[in-house]
């Protein structure tokens, strides 16, 4: 079963483009689970900026909520985890 994504209005705040959010996520050279229940993908934007994107699970759907650049050291720092889907 696939996942549905969808993208809210808080992770267009800083004025990302769709496309770069999904880039993100399908490029991701990290992938962190935290505790809080948000997964946050680090990775190249269509530009090649490493940004960092979060989302959550609701609903069997993976909602992007969340996207910053640039990308924060605690992020960049992390030992990569395997990605959940």
Do not use: C, F, W
């Not at 549905?4 to 490029?27: F, P």
């Not at 992938?31 to 994107?53: H, L, N």
């Not at 605690?74 to 959940?84: D, T």
């Amino acid at each position: 079963m696939s996942t549905e994504l969808v993208i809210i209005d808080s992770a267009r705040k800083r004025g990302y483009a769709d496309d770069d959010l999904l880039h993100v996520i399908a490029k991701a050279i990290r992938v962190i689970v935290q505790s809080d229940g948000m997964t946050m993908y680090i990775g190249p934007d269509r530009a090649g900026r490493i940004i960092e994107v979060g989302t959550i699970q609701r609903n069997g759907r993976e909602i992007v909520a969340h996207a910053m650049y640039p990308a924060r050291e605690k992020y960049l720092a992390e030992k990569p985890r395997r990605r959940r889907r």
